[in-house]
Nanobody, 113 residues
Framework: QVQPMESGGGLVQPGGSLRLSCVVPGSIFSGNVMGWYRQVSGKQRELVASITNAGATDYASSVRGRFTISRENAKNTMYLQMTSLKPEDTAVYSC???????WGQGTQVTVSS
């Protein structure tokens, strides 16, 4: 594995929940601050949540209180629990380190009725 592998996206109704997962190569994950990013086609990619190796978290104001980032260091895996989803959360979600290293394919999240 040479790039992050995101999964868990899909189509969900407004107000619903999804849990994203990302398996990350150790060379990117170990000891580093990690982040979940999202990008809408034609717009700049934005950082929505970050987590340090020790578990300290930070969130963009647009998702604070609705999204929860977590990580399992022994598995080189990170998660994004998303609740109370809104149509404006629709995007391709990707994980990467901070500072940035290798991007994966991302996973599409679509919030629509």
């Amino acid at each position: 594995q040479v790039q992050p592998m995101e999964s868990g996206g899909g189509l969900v109704q407004p107000g619903g929940s999804l849990r994203l997962s990302c398996v990350v190569p150790g060379s990117i994950f170990s000891g580093n601050v990690m982040g979940w990013y999202r990008q809408v086609s034609g717009k700049q990619r934005e950082l929505v949540a970050s987590i340090t190796n020790a578990g300290a978290t930070d969130y963009a104001s647009s998702v604070r209180g609705r999204f929860t980032i977590s990580r399992e260091n022994a598995k080189n895996t990170m998660y994004l629990q998303m609740t109370s989803l809104k149509p404006e959360d629709t995007a391709v979600y990707s994980c990467n380190s901070i500072p940035l290293k290798t991007w994966g394919q991302g996973t599409q999240v679509t919030v629509s009725s």
